[in-house]
DNA sequence: TTGTAGGCGTTATCAA
DNA sequence: TTGATAACGCCTACAA
């Protein structure tokens, strides 16, 4: 497509393109008249300025970058609006891109934001990306950066995260406090740094209570992974009197399959998940659920992207971590007892 | 952050810039051993093509830009993922925005995409967006555009649709066969064509079995929005018998308040939703829904936009119309009768 | 096979 | 207050 540059307008007036450009940058090196005689003209003949060409000179180009590994889930979209929220008030586009789960599509998702000159990125990784490395060599050349969610240890970058060892323990103990002695806890995958502090927040809550550590299964995030998980648990006979599961979809799919078994929620077994969906009060029964502050993430992460940048240099990177609410509804209340 | 350049390779190696830029363009006037050389170097000194650059120069980015007016919906996420997998494969970046329903932020989200300098865009309106104008603009100017699920008409530009008018007409030609007489229809947005569609697929569905026009709410897509409309309903005393949504979260919203007040579903009123989501199959009663061909939708609108980039001038836009399927349920199955 | 130079659309520096 | 000109990083005739 043809764009209109500032050499017609310049032309059409018979002056020079730094004129033009003094009257697009607010400069006051300008006469007034001038200045809206031109600003007339280029809205007249459809000018806008060159973004790319002025990112070159620049360096620089009011557009932010968010990665995010899925967004099947409704988690993820609902932090992005947080964050644009917060980003389109201070003058920022939003470019979204999502990874798909692969290490690689991560990888180049960000070099394209990179070579298009993000002022930033706002990341959460895929599971896939479990070394420091790629993202030590980025923080190193100068982006400014911030983890939310699924981060990474050990590098000098901000992050916004959950806890998840307190809600972790917090959800088991309701089992606990129901009765169970006989809990599972299907993960997530296990290299996430999340999944390993859900894991400590269930194991210590046994311990509390002075119970022996329950089984832990390593399983996905997507219904489909849940239901699998709950026919292999049925078809070995070793299906558990609870189930803490680590994320909402694959709890929800692990009732599907039980259900289909004929197996009641939560007489038989008792299921609280993890990551609050839209699902999880709208599904039968009702799924007990530690909610996330997801569009405050999103907020929070932004802020700390643009204090970063507005302060490159002096900034100093610091990890915030937000508070959730478990929410108890009838697939985990001992209706029995 | 600072980018290594082809004048810093070419100084590293005393060749010429243009020796280093055809080693990256692969073209055949280089003597092989230069080439790879160069290439070696290159990547140990960390140097990749500013594409800014490049872009200003080839006026192209390999970028392609998808708006969508929200994604809280899986809908949108889904058609996403189905364009990414064309594009990527194709050799495209995907920049993804999200217009929160407003037609201003819609209309920015365009601008910084054409200032970005995509090769093309794929687009879905927010609701806001009625008149031809603004686009008509925009596929003047050249910028090859497709249009999917939330269109306009009277454009000439090409479109992936579904066949909202047929799949309404069997949603409620469904709820006739069960033996229903008053049926609600629950609307989406005046504005949209879909919505009009859907009206005339339930319009023409009574007519063909001769029954009186049902009623028309409008209400929007959330489930808010069916909540706040079945509370009406029940608090004016009428309650139909039988609701045909168009929306899936609306729906559920409208069985949600239905249960809170005791009022059984199908038995007191059975329900219909459209745009099938995760959700419908897992709520309870298990949600009787249209299903939409949404990750063939993203691949459709992509293939179509690729064929028009790759052929402009002698392209011709198409409409292409997609099918669905009913899937039936208990929400709307009479067991009464 | 390689180098030189002009240009993509801006902005910034210096003269005028 | 305005204009010429050199960047920004790259590509591509054209010349060597």
Chains 1, 2 share one sequence.
């Not at 009197?241 to 929800?252: G, N, R, T, V």
């Not at 799919?253 to 289909?260: A, I, P, V």
Request: one cysteine or more; glycine letters at 6%.
């Amino acid at each position: 497509m043809k764009h209109v540059t500032i050499k017609d307008v310049a032309s059409k007036l018979n002056c020079s393109v730094s004129t033009v450009s003094r009257a697009f940058n607010d400069k006051y090196d300008i006469r007034p008249e001038t200045r809206s005689l031109i600003l007339k003209t280029a809205e007249e003949m459809g000018y806008r300025p060159n973004p790319i060409a002025r990112k070159l000179i620049k360096q620089r180009s009011l557009n932010i970058g968010i990665v995010v590994p899925e967004f099947v889930n409704s988690f993820f979209p609902e932090v992005i609006i947080g964050a644009q929220d917060v980003l389109h008030e201070k003058g920022y586009q939003v470019l979204i891109m999502q990874s798909n789960e692969s290490k690689d599509i991560e990888y180049k998702n960000v070099e394209t934001l990179v070579d298009n000159m993000v002022d930033g990125i706002l990341i959460s990784l895929t599971s896939e990306v479990t070394d420091n490395e790629y993202y030590a060599k980025l923080i190193n050349r100068g982006m400014p950066l911030v983890f939310f969610n699924r981060v990474l240890e050990g590098l000098n970058v901000s992050r916004v995260l959950f806890d998840d060892y307190k809600w972790a323990f917090f959800a088991t103990e309701h089992l606990i406090v129901q009765g169970h002695r006989n809990i599972v806890h299907i993960t997530g995958p296990e290299e996430l740094l999340l999944t390993k502090e859900r894991i400590k927040g269930f194991d210590d809550a046994h311990k509390k209570y002075k119970i022996a550590p329950g089984k832990k299964v390593t399983c996905g995030f997507t219904m489909k992974d849940g239901e699998g998980m709950a026919q292999k648990m049925i078809d070995n006979d070793e299906l558990p009197k609870a189930i803490f599961s680590a994320s909402d979809l694959s709890a929800i799919g692990f009732m599907k399959t039980l259900k289909n078994n004929g197996i009641r929620i939560p007489e038989d077994t008792a299921i609280v998940g993890f990551s609050e969906s839209r699902l999880a009060e709208n599904v039968y029964p009702p799924l007990t659920s530690v909610k996330q502050p997801t569009y405050e993430m999103g907020r929070t992460a932004a802020e700390l992207l643009i204090e970063q940048i507005q302060n490159t240099g002096k900034f100093v990177p610091q990890t915030i971590v937000l508070n959730g609410k478990l929410n108890i509804r009838e697939s985990s209340v001992n209706v029995g007892a």
